[in-house]
């Protein structure tokens, strides 16, 4: 059981990561096309950063510490058997 709720975990973790980095070079992309006079969607981006970016980097760090303490618990109670 504890394996395939750290599998899910993981890979939820993937998943999120990986928005996050699409939404890191969409910002960068939008940035710059903003500097250029290019609109490439930095108002839909900042509309987006509360709904959507914002919490999945706050899933990420908190799945990331979860993942991290339910290993760290796992092996302490393998080494006391």
Known sequence: MKDK???WLNLILVVDVFLVLFGFG???IAVIGQATGVPLGLDLWHQLW???FNPAIGILMGG????????WI???FQSNQ
């Open 64 to 71: 990331a510490i979860l993942s991290g303490a339910i290993s």
């Open 74 to 76: 796992s092996r302490k």
């Open 50 to 52: 509360q709904p959507l």
């Open 26 to 28: 969409w910002f960068a």
């Open 5 to 7: 709720i750290l599998n």
